[in-house]
């Protein structure tokens, strides 16, 4: 059982937007933060956004401030809505859960990933 899976991934125009989902099955669920990523071709994986699942309180990328907002229901699923989107936004985008340490961006800091869902933003 995959524990994390994303979907809505597609190709938009610049300017358009996306709403990305994530729905966490198992030992991904119910934990205290979920959180997105983004990686694009020949690129480290950067941390996007975070929400602690208790709290609500929600971090961001400094790119993408402003523009995205991360959700989440009950901790079983997070979403992404993503607005005014960019060609640099163009990345596989995955879903991660269960803080252990350190800063929210680094991937290290989780310890449950999704497969992915590509994003593609044409100028």
């Known amino acids: 059982q995959v524990p994390l899976v994303e979907s809505g991934g597609a190709s938009v125009e610049a300017g358009g937007s996306l709403r990305l989902s994530c729905a966490a099955s198992?030992?991904?669920?119910?934990?205290?933060?979920m959180a997105w990523f983004r990686q694009a071709p020949g690129k480290e994986r950067e941390g996007v956004a975070v929400?602690?699942?208790?709290?609500?309180?929600a971090h961001y990328a400094d790119s993408v401030q402003g523009r995205f907002t991360i959700s989440h229901d009950n901790a079983k699923t997070v979403y992404l809505q993503m607005m005014n989107l960019k060609p640099e936004d163009t990345a596989m985008y995955y879903c991660?859960?269960?803080?252990?340490?350190?800063?929210?961006?680094?991937?290290?800091?989780?310890?449950?990933w999704g497969q992915g869902t590509q994003v593609t933003v044409s100028s």
């Open positions: 929400i602690y699942t208790i709290s609500n309180t």
């Open positions: 991660a859960a269960g803080c252990r340490f350190g800063p929210w961006s680094r991937a290290a800091s989780y310890d449950a």
């Open positions: 198992g030992s991904a669920a119910n934990r205290n933060c």
